[in-house]
Every structure is written in C-alpha cells, then in structure tokens.
C-alpha cells in the first residue's frame, strides 16, 4: 500500500478506537488500537514499511519532547534525587538483571537481545502511571516519584536500547568504549539540545519584536523544533537526540512558563496542536504495533526451537521479572527514606501497587519496531520476532493486569484508565460570527484602537487587583501587577509616537536613578552599621553597578538589549541550578540577601517619594505610570525578600489564580462598558473578549496540570 494511503487508513483507525473506547471504557483505547491493527493485517493483509531512522525520528523525537515541556512541577523537583534514580539508575539495573534474567529464561535468545528487550520496556507511559497511581491514592511522595520518573525515563532507556541493538548488530562490545561514547553522547546531546533551544527561542524573541507575533507561524515553528533539534544532534554532532529533544522541551518549559502569558491564544493553540499530534503519534503506534503481530506470530509458531505456548510463557515470564525488579527496588526507597525519617513506615502493598502502576506505552513500541531487520554480516538480526513477540506481550500484559487490579483497589473510582493515546476532552472554544453582527455604535463616539481598548481594560484589572489585595496576597497581587505593567508598556510602545516614548522613557530613567541612589545609600548604611558582611555589601553593590551601566545603555539599539537581557537569564538560572545541587543552603547568607532586599527596596521608595515632594521637580509633568511601575516593582521585592519559612507554593499558586479571576472579570467588564459607550464596534468587542476567553483558558489548562 502506498504510504500516504496507509497514513490515513492509520489515522481512520485512531479516530475508530476513540469511537469505540466511548462505549467500552472499561478496555484501555491502546488495546482497541492494537485489535484494529491486527484486523488490519488479517483481513486487509496491509504492511506498514518501517526504517529504523525515520521511524525514531518521526515518533521519539516529538514524543520525548513534549514529555521535556510537561516537566514536573516543583512538588516533583524536590524528589529529584529518587526521581533521577529511578529514571537513569533503575532502568540501568533492569537493562543489566532483566536482560540476564530474560537470556537464562530464554537460551535461544542472545544476551545483547536480552538487553535490548530489558532496556525498552523499562521506560512507563507517563500519562497511565499518573492515572493508576492517582486512583489507587498511593502516598504523596511514592506518587510524585512514579510520575516524575516516568516523565524522563525514556531518555535512558532508549540509550540503552541503542547500546545492546549495536552491540548485536556489530557482534563487539567494548565496556571502556561504550563508557566513553555514552558520556560523549549523553553530555553532547544536552548541550546541543540546550543551545538550540536558547537560540530558537532566542529568535522568536526577535521575531516578534518585529512584529511577527502570528500564531500559526509561531505554533508551526515550536512543532518543527523537535524534529530539527534531534536531527542535528544526531546526524550532525553523532550525539543522542533523545536527550537532545528532552533538554529543549525542559528549556522551552521553563522559558515560557509566565504568570501571565502576554499571547495566550499562541499557548492555547500550541498546546492544543501538540495534544492532537501526541494523540495521532501514540495511536499509529499501537495501530502498526498489531499490524505486526501477526507476521511475529506466525514466525514464533512457524519456530521449531520452542513452541507457541512457551513464547507466551516467555512474555508473561519477562513481566513478572521487570516486576519485580520495579516492586523491590521502590520498596527499598521507602525503606531508606523511613530510616531517614521522611515517610511513614515502609509498606509492601504500597511498593506493589506502585509497580503495576508501570503500564509500557508508545515509546517502548516504537523503540521495539525499530529494530533493524539483518546485522552488519548481513544475517537475520537474532531472534527479532521473539523480541518483538515479547515486548508486545509485556505492553499489553500491563495494560490487562491495570483493568484488572484498578477495580479490585479502587472499587468506588468508575474512571477509564487514560493513556497517552487517551482523546483529551476539548472544550469548545466560544467563537464570534462577524457576518452576522451588525455595527450600532454611536458615529459620535471616540473610538479606539485595539491596543488602546487593551491598555484600557489591563488598567481595569490593576485596579481590580488593587482593590483585593491584602496583607496575605501581597505577593502574588504585586506579581501579577507587575505583568499587566509589562505588557501595557509594550502595548504602549505601539500606540505612543517615538518622541512621546521617548520622554517616557527619559522619565523612568531619571526615576530609576533616584532609585538607585537611594538603594546605595541603604546599603552603605547597613555595612557602616555591620549588619551585613563585606562579602554581602560587595555583592549587593555589583548589583546597583550593573543596574546604572544598564540605564547608561539604555539608548543602544533593541538587538543589543535583547542580548543583555538573554545572556542575564542564562547567567540566572545556570546560577540557580547550582544553588539546587547543593546538599544545603548557608541560611546565613540567605537572610543576609532578604535583609539587602528589603531595606534597599524600602529604601528606594522612600527616596522617590522625598524626589516627588520636592519643590523644583516638576511631578505632574512625569509618566505616572512610571512611577506607579517602580513603586510596584520595589514592594514586590519586599514581599518577596520576606521570610520564606511560612511561604506555600500551593498557597501563592491559588491566590494567583483568585486574582487572575478578578482581572479577567474587570477586563469584561471594561469591554462591554467600552462597547456600550461607543467607543468600539462589536467586532473589536468580539476580538477583545476572544483574548479573554484565551486566557482563561489558558488559566484552567495550568489547573489541570497542577
């Protein structure tokens, strides 16, 4: 069958299951793919060609990806430890037992085959692990450590994959090597994967500060990041595209994970297009997965070296060992973590439950039929159908035994169990029929342009946070503020002439200055009175020296800002991330930095209100808004520089979001006061509350992830 015809019998057949998963919830939709696909091949006797390097290409590279951007969030990186265990360690120590378990179950079967087999089906489908595990309440800390281990552990256990495939296809293996090229490709690969990232990234900046801010534009060119990305560390630098694609997925993350997204009908989109193509990719997989199964089948019945029932045997056997390996290796974190006094006793049920929670998805399927058909001598590569035969059977071993133990644990809980392949219930977006509106607006009224209407209705959802900003929400109120502010002044920016910008611009900076005095003098204070060291007080100086070479730069040209302000956030969080590694944190000189923080921001505002009260200072002449965005900007700094001891990240998340609520609200608001004054017509009205509508959406898209 050609293969654009094959495609869309695949993509028919996904649409079926889902169809079909509607009626039997109680069968896992990935099961129903693989029964499609066996009909597929028994009654239409359709092949799918598959290659080796297309095939990873096209499956691994957008999937592992878009597990890179759903990283775990910050209950999940305090177990990063345990987490990395399981990811790299475990799927290391079930490549090497398993494989020697699965070669002494089945002799016939060469140790590097063995391996192979042990290293994909170590990696779990992260979608079913969260899905079992949440259903069966295991403990918060055991929950968090499946779910981010499934997140990352295909990375490692694709590695592996590829080690014990070469090793077999080559017939050499060299420990001293392979040590080496897996430190080559793995550091390579994250760097690569890092650098392109930052650059893209980097370029889409710019792009848009140019004003090519269209969304299917920019939603095209993150879905083409993975492909380029594991391309080029692959056939470029000869590293692993796996981690590559990773690596930018976690960058891309933790770049675009704002507060207030200034373009949320770009992020509802790309979310929404990555959905489908996670949707389609973890279908066909399936779909061709039992489109294969009958040519392994007959070649495992047509073997004379063992019978059908003992292939059979060899699957369930190969489960039960990866089983247990997974049981006894997160009974053994608990145990560690009981002795170190961080959980509650150790419990056998709880590590069992765990480890059935280990469901084998599309990434283990797609490694698995990527395996080459001869090796270097140009034989059949050794026992390929058995291989094939017995990963097919673990996945679908797990799938059954999930169904099968889901309503024993959790009786009262109905829920289908989802997997990546599980159809995403998708609200419709509300969307406006211009043709059928007509536009009565006041000829008389003063219009406005779109920016206008948006600067307009964000200053209504200041006020509104304003107003419900108390001792207890400071914080969040001040954040939120601060990205309205931002966006205003880029909206600002479009709407005011340069000459008009350009004195607002004069304005912030002779303020910003004030400022800064200000803060110097704080500091100086503060050493003169030897309530901060000289490490501190040099420290918090650089600081205040960078920020006046800043203002002394800030008429150089957008490019070189642009730069400034990357390689800054670079510097960030690469400084951040070694704070992270580090086993503690000197609370010395954490207070030491809140203290600075502090009485310098109170400091600064004291020094701007002492500079507005001044006679020969011309204050009604200056920007208010700039005043009212460093006066925003330095109480941020003071809530934030405030003791953290009693700080919940749950806590600010659900204030955030409160607020959030109450700013949309005032933004709606402020549309149809606008609309009813004239002063825009029903089609702007119609696009203002459609960006409302996004970004609410957006707010109930980071709800569901948290």
């Known amino acids: 069958m050609p293969i654009v015809e094959a495609v869309i019998l695949l993509v028919v057949l996904v649409l079926a299951s889902n169809i079909i998963s509607h009626y039997l919830t109680f069968i896992p939709v990935s099961l129903i793919q693989i029964g499609l696909g066996l009909v597929m091949a028994l009654f239409w006797e359709i092949e799918i060609p598959l290659d080796t390097d297309w095939f990873l ?25 345990p987490i990395f265990a399981n990811a790299i360690f475990l799927v290391f120590l079930t490549t090497l037992l398993g494989g020697f378990l699965i070669y002494l179950m089945v002799p016939k079967m060469p140790l590097t085959v063995g391996f192979a087999v042990a290293a994909i089906l170590s990696p779990t489908d992260p979608v079913a692990v969260q899905s079992i595990s949440k259903r069966v309440h295991l403990p918060e800390n055991i929950l968090h450590l499946v779910s981010g281990e499934s997140l990352i552990n295909d990375a490692s256990g694709l590695i592996a994959f590829k080690y014990a495939v070469a090793a077999t296809v080559t017939g050499a293996f060299s420990l001293t090597h392979a040590v080496g090229d897996f430190f080559y490709i793995s550091i390579v690969g994250l760097i690569v994967g890092a650098i392109l990232m930052i650059l893209i990234q980097f370029l889409r900046d710019i792009l848009r500060r140019q004003g090519i801010n269209d969304v299917i534009f920019n939603t095209v060119l993150q879905i083409m990041t993975p492909f380029v990305i594991y391309f080029i560390a692959e056939d470029v630098f000869h590293a692993s595209g796996v981690i590559a694609a990773v690596t930018a997925g976690v960058i891309s993350h933790a770049r675009n994970s704002h507060l207030i997204e200034d373009l949320p009908e770009l992020h509802l989109v790309t979310e929404k297009t990555w959905d489908i193509i996670v949707y389609l990719l973890n279908g066909i ?24 029932w003992q292939a059979v045997a060899y699957a369930f056997g190969a489960w039960v060992v990866l089983l247990v390996i997974r049981v006894v290796w997160i009974y053994f974190y608990q145990l560690v973590a009981q002795l170190r006094k961080k959980t509650t006793k150790a419990s056998f049920r709880i590590a069992l439950l765990a480890g059935l929670s280990g469901v084998r998805g599309a990434v283990t399927m797609a490694g698995v039929l990527s395996l080459p058909m ?28 999930a169904v099968i133990t889901l309503p024993l644990v959790s009786p009262d809980n109905t829920q289908p169990l989802q997997t990546r392949a599980s159809l995403s219930d998708m609200d419709a977006d509300n969307e406006l029929d211009e043709d059928e509106e007509e536009d009565i607006d006041s000829p008389q009224a003063s219009r406005l342009t779109e920016d206008q209407a948006r600067i307009y209705i964000m200053r209504l959802a200041i006020n509104a946070i304003e107003e419900h ?42 303020l910003r200055r004030v400022c800064l005095t200000g803060e110097r003098q704080a500091i100086e204070r503060l050493f003169e009175h030897h309530q901060i060291s000289k490490s501190g007080y040099q420290l918090a100086m650089k600081r205040l020296a960078r920020g006046q070479r800043r203002l002394n730069q800030a008429d150089h040209a957008s490019l070189t800002l642009i730069i400034r302000s990357w390689w800054l956030w670079l510097k960030h969080t690469v400084h951040r991330i070694i704070q ?14 809140q203290l600075i923080d502090r009485e310098s921001a109170k400091a600064a505002i004291k020094a701007l209100s002492k500079y507005l009260g ?63 004054a004239g002063n825009i017509t029903w089609q702007m ?16 898209m980071a709800d569901e992830e948290e």
């Open 57 to 81: 290409l096209l499956f691994i590279a957008p999937l592992l990806f878009n597990d890179g951007r759903r990283f775990p969030k910050r209950e999940l990186w305090k177990l990063r430890g």
């Open 285 to 308: 997989v399936f779909v061709i997965l039992g489109d294969e199964l009958p040519a392994a089948t007959s070649q495992i019945i047509k073997n004379t070296q063992f019978k059908t």
């Open 374 to 401: 001869v090796t270097a001598t140009g034989v059949s590569f050794p026992q390929r159908s058995l291989a094939l035969f017995i990963s097919a059977g673990v996945i679908i071993i797990s799938l059954l035994v």
């Open 469 to 510: 900003r108390r001792q207890e929400n400071q914080r969040a109120a001040y954040d939120l503020i601060l990205d309205y502010q931002f966006m205003i002044r880029r909206m600002e920016a479009k709407v005011k002439d340069d000459g008009a910008m350009q004195q607002v611009a004069n304005d912030e900076i002779a």
């Open 580 to 593: 992270l590694m580090r086993h503690q944190k000197n609370q010395k000189v954490e207070n030491e930095r």
């Open 614 to 676: 001044r006679e020969d200072v011309a204050t009604a002449e200056l920007d208010k808004q700039a005043i009212y965005h460093l006066v925003v900007f330095y109480r941020n700094r003071i809530e934030r520089a405030k003791t953290a001891d009693s700080f919940s990240r749950e806590t600010y998340a659900n204030q955030v979001n409160k607020l959030r609520i109450v700013g949309l609200g005032a933004q709606r608001s402020g549309v149809q006061a606008l609309l009813e």
């Open 685 to 700: 009205a119609g696009r203002l509350r459609q960006y409302i509508n996004y970004s609410e959406n957006v707010l109930m």
